[in-house]
């Protein structure tokens, strides 16, 4: 089937909502998702949203730039890093006016509470920046978008899987995508095609990321020769429910829990002397992987403890309801009794396809655009995050700029003519299709992405260095080879998850191999990339941006200045 | 590991004339949830098994089935909290079949925007934020939880009865705009819920309440409705 | 806005009904002398407590039905004709025993 | 495999089985009785009356009753806010009223006089 949009956007999570919700004053919007618009990973998102609003305690747009660019290890291009603090007050205003419902001071204005990296005066002491709606926040921003686009005329493509993102030389047509429920390949054409397909923590064994995080998008751009940007940022979020990798909020901790080791101390005393336990992610995560190595997890084994024991438990009752739920159902713990085990989990890709504050793609690394292609959300590196996400920052990445990439998109559709996609397009889709349905090889999906997630979450994880990467990089290319081999056993067309799963399983392994590249080539120390090998941060000859591009020798690389406008580098000490 | 039975009804739409029952063997630790059960077998037994899912902790919706009977998300349910045994599975009852595990939860979306599930509010925006009192928010702080898995419409048996009925999500839907404090929709939204298959196919049977994984007390939301529906009737009444 | 009141009657009527039904039940089957507590068979047999004991108990046992009628008949056409009858049968029996 | 039984759908499915069975007496007895001068004739109805059949008859139809009006009590109450904590004690204490009103009822028809 063949369809003609205006604009088409592929993931409803909330940087796509909030771009449809912009494309639609300008003409026809088609939002395409393989869940259902509700089912986005956004509504995972628990902690908050920052803005400096001011509610609770006096705050500036200027300290909340300040602490993004410092958190992002100074790799965080400083004008879109600004473009995002200036907005994030407008932003709020305008989710709580849509019928977000955030917590509220007494007052009756929005709450905001602490977050990792978020400090007033330049660093002086934690600040509260932090709006959020219990420990919901994404989940209630996410409905109250997807309710205002149903309302607004949006179409929603519900359980459609992108395959494809269609080129006509340097202009984008459109995409390929597939309707899970029968099987049938349709083509939408569009005059411009927002890539907002979220994250890919599925490439790591313990990851926050949802089933479906797996960075499909990503994957078919490369392989269409749009470079992904600093593919080696990859952060861990420093509380996951051991075992499972499941996100208790860093809100637990803005909330006055604090990190415990086997010997029952608070050891981010000795890292952060500042601000301990809300210390941005990467440096808690390494505190966190470092008292276990040295024999100092709990009972000598490989978790800390997550103790909010000491907050109020009314407080914990409004403010972390779902934490708590969690910690009941998948560990039998009652927070409010007892501290809550956790491990760094795979949480948030930095990079992603490079995009300019308006979200068009970057073709590379000059920044000449991909007509008619653009991005938002975590698949995107617009760069406001640099080499470490700060909390919140995320949420806010994503209204920002998807709301961005939304009016660019709208004055865009109106200076182009319609596109038509061709149907040799369609076959080769069909093709790769039939040729995963029709192997005969004698590998099973599923043992190839529990090897794969495990070799990456053993040599790509926290801490690295040139031995393990170089090891992965070589085992990576074994894996390839694996996937071709791979055959199904249910060749029907219709809701076929174990095709699909074989496709998203052959682009997770691809980012896989770019993330590893990327990591192999930047030998210094920076944000949540850590070297062994290389310790420390090197401004000389690694302040910016890694550009790989898929060539037929392998993964190469090419560097983009980082945008430095208003913080020059500086020691990152908290 | 244990050793456990998942015992799953079965339908490939393009093979069955009708749903058939399958027995899996698989090894599960005891805090695994079903989900991993599910995945299990897909991943080393029989990868045609179908099945939704996305985030694994019960807040995404998507794998909402019935397990012994109940309806519930099999991320939220956890091996060691089932009856030793064979471990019944089926799809959500109330919704058609797709395949497997698998349902046509359309309609069910359908059905919640029916209830107008957006704010209304036509007055000139302040330049800020909306007051809104804690007290005033804890009003809806319940109904905002809901993950729209289909659970509660599942299992309540006017909602097997009648195919048009809104259904306890559609419901407490309304009942998240009718309550917030920021909504001026009062009127359209009660003529969208105080009809023939709206409010008064209710019957207090509480069954979504006994299977919400969110543990939403949705019958006494529907209640509330019910009362304040009367109340504006009769207010109505007296004042002409 | 429909079936408010309608719905609301039903549940007046069922309050009506449980007195009623405890002072028909008490003066007629309990009671051998034909009064107990505050019931007396004089009241019970007043026309004005019978037209509204009747009315009740007919307009709540005929719209328990078209509730039910409504939730289990797919079909329009066939949903209003059972209403139609459900209707016609309950008007039949209250008229019929008003007008006595 | 069936739907698991709550306690609230089994008060609701004995609510709405009684419920029928009572719109169904109603009208056989308004029907009846406003025959009672027609063929019948209120001898032989006086006459059925007696028949320890109709006793028996008469006794499910007052434990039906019972059903409906006590569990009805519950609803309304559970509609009217009482909170849904009460929903399982309030049918427990809905079936003991059933219980004790069937006996004394039983007692009352097929036997003597309280």
């Not at chain 1, 926050?208 to 392989?223: E, R």
């Not at chain 2, 599960?28 to 991993?36: A, C, H, I, N, S």
């Not at chain 2, 309440?209 to 509330?224: L, R, Y």
């Amino acid at each position: 089937m063949t369809h003609y949009f205006d604009t088409l956007i592929i993931g409803s999570g909330l940087a796509g909502l909030r771009a449809a919700g912009e494309a639609v004053k300008k003409g026809s919007v088609a939002v395409l998702t393989k869940l259902y618009p509700t089912r986005s990973h956004s509504g995972a998102a628990q902690g908050g949203i920052g803005a400096a609003l001011g509610n609770e305690e006096p705050d500036s747009p200027e300290w909340h730039f300040y602490d993004t660019v410092k958190g992002g290890d100074f790799l965080g291009d400083q004008d879109a890093i600004e473009v995002m603090c200036e907005d994030a007050i407008r932003t709020i205003v305008e989710l709580e006016h849509l019928g977000v419902p955030f917590s509220r001071t007494p007052e009756g204005k929005i709450a905001q509470r602490r977050f990792g990296g978020h400090t007033r005066d330049f660093g002086a002491a934690p600040v509260r920046r932090a709006c959020y709606s219990a420990d919901r926040t994404g989940h209630a921003i996410l409905y109250a978008l997807y309710e205002q686009c149903g309302h607004e005329r949006v179409d929603f493509f519900p359980e459609f899987q992108a395959l494809d993102i269609v080129m006509d030389g340097n202009r984008c047509l459109g995409a390929l995508a597939v309707n899970i429920r029968t099987g049938e390949i349709h083509a939408f054409n569009a005059k411009a095609t927002l890539v907002a397909s979220g994250g890919y923590g599925r490439v790591f064994k313990t990851t926050s990321n949802a089933i479906a995080s797996t960075g499909d998008c990503l994957g078919i751009a490369f392989n269409k020769g749009v470079p992904l940007e600093d593919m080696e940022f990859f952060q861990f979020h420093p509380t996951g429910l051991y075992g499972l990798g499941i996100l208790i909020t860093e809100g637990a901790r803005g909330e006055g829990g604090m990190l415990i080791n086997g010997k029952g101390e608070r050891f981010m005393e000795r890292y952060a002397p500042t601000i301990k336990d809300l210390a941005p992610r990467d440096m808690i995560s390494r505190a966190i992987m470092t008292e276990i190595r040295e024999g100092r997890g709990i009972g000598g084994r490989d978790y800390v403890h997550l103790d909010i024991t000491g907050v109020d438990k009314k407080i914990l009752n409004e403010r972390l309801p779902e934490i708590s739920a969690f910690c009941k159902i998948y560990m039998g713990i009652d927070p409010s009794e007892k501290p809550i085990p956790v491990l760094p989990t795979a949480h948030y890709a930095m990079g992603g396809i490079p995009t300019d504050i308006d979200g068009r793609v970057s073709r590379d690394e000059t920044g000449e655009v991909v007509k008619g292609l653009y991005a938002a959300g975590e698949c995107a590196c617009v760069s406001a995050h640099g080499a470490n996400r700060l909390g919140c920052n995320s949420l806010l990445d994503t209204v920002v700029f998807g709301r961005r990439a939304g009016m660019a998109m709208g004055e865009f559709i109106g200076s182009v003519g319609k596109s038509e996609i061709k149907r040799d397009a369609v076959d080769a889709v069909k093709e790769n299709i039939e040729a995963v349905i029709n192997s005969k090889g004698k590998e099973k999906a599923g043992e190839v992405r529990a090897e794969f997630q495990k070799l990456m979450m053993d040599k790509c994880s926290v801490f690295r260095n040139e031995k393990d990467l170089t090891t992965l990089i070589q085992e990576l290319s074994s894996f390839k080879e694996r996937l071709k081999d791979i055959s199904i056993k249910d060749k029907g067309s219709a809701f076929n998850t174990e095709l699909l799963e074989v496709i998203e399983l052959g682009h997770l392994i691809a980012l896989g191999e770019v993330i590893a590249a990327s990591a192999l080539q930047r030998k210094e120390s920076r944000g949540a990339h850590a070297r062994e090998d290389y310790p420390k941060r090197d401004d000389e000859n690694w302040l910016k941006h890694t550009f790989a591009f898929k060539t037929d020798r392998g993964v190469e690389f090419k560097y983009k200045p980082v945008v430095v406008t208003r913080f020059k580098p500086e020691d990152r000490k908290y | 590991m244990e050793q456990y039975i998942l015992k799953i009804k079965r339908f490939d739409p393009e093979k069955d004339r009708k749903p058939r029952w399958e027995k899996f063997r698989i090894e599960m630790e005891f805090t695994d949830r079903v989900l991993d059960g599910f995945i299990k077998i897909k991943d080393a037994i029989d990868g045609s098994l179908t099945f939704r899912r996305s985030c694994a902790h019960g807040i995404c919706g998507s794998c909402a089935v019935k397990i012994n009977g109940k309806s519930g998300l099999a991320c939220q349910t956890i091996i060691k909290d089932v009856p030793p045994g064979e471990i019944v599975i089926e799809p959500l009852p109330a919704f058609p079949v797709i395949k497997d595990l698998v349902v046509d939860i359309e309609p069910f979306f359908g059905k919640n925007r029916e209830a107008m599930p957006y704010l209304i509010n036509n007055e000139p925006p302040p330049e800020l934020e909306r007051l809104q009192s804690p007290e005033e928010q804890e009003k809806i702080l319940q109904s905002i939880t809901c993950i729209m898995c289909g659970c509660c419409a599942s299992s309540c048996p006017s909602y097997w009865a009648d195919k048009e009925y809104m259904g306890p999500s559609a419901l407490l839907k309304a009942y998240r705009f009718i309550m917030d404090s920021r909504d001026r929709a009062l009127e359209e939204r009660m003529n969208s819920i105080a009809k023939p298959h709206g409010l008064w196919r209710c019957h207090s049977i509480y069954n979504c309440v006994e299977v919400c994984p969110k543990e939403i007390d949705i019958t006494s939301h529907i209640a509330k409705l019910k009362r304040l529906a009367v109340k504006k009737k009769l207010s109505g009444f007296f004042k002409g | 806005m429909k079936g408010i009141l309608t719905w609301l009657f039903q549940r007046i009527a069922g309050v009506i009904l449980i007195s009623g039904l405890a002072a028909h039940f008490t003066v007629m089957h309990f009671s051998g002398s034909g009064r107990l507590g505050g019931f007396s068979a004089e009241l019970v047999s007043t026309p004005c407590f019978n037209a509204v004991f009747l009315a009740s108990a007919i307009y709540h046992g005929f719209y328990g039905l078209w509730g039910i009628a409504v939730e289990y008949i797919q079909s329009k056409n066939l949903l209003k004709t059972v209403q139609a009858l459900l209707f016609s049968i309950s008007a039949l029996l209250l008229t019929a025993w008003l007008a006595a | 495999m069936r739907h698991k039984l709550y306690t609230g759908s089994f008060a609701w499915i004995i609510q709405r089985v009684s419920g029928v069975l009572l719109a169904l007496f109603l009208t056989l007895h308004l029907y009846f009785m406003k025959n009672i001068n027609g063929p019948l004739g209120y001898q032989s109805i006086a006459g059925m009356m007696k028949n320890p059949l109709i006793k028996f008859g008469e006794t499910i139809l007052l434990m039906v009753a019972a059903a409906h009006t006590l569990n009805g009590i519950r609803i309304v109450l559970l509609e009217a806010g009482a909170p849904t904590r009460f929903q399982k004690p309030l049918f427990y204490l809905a079936a003991l009223g059933i219980v004790v009103l069937s006996i004394t009822g039983a007692y009352s028809l097929l036997g003597g006089r309280i």
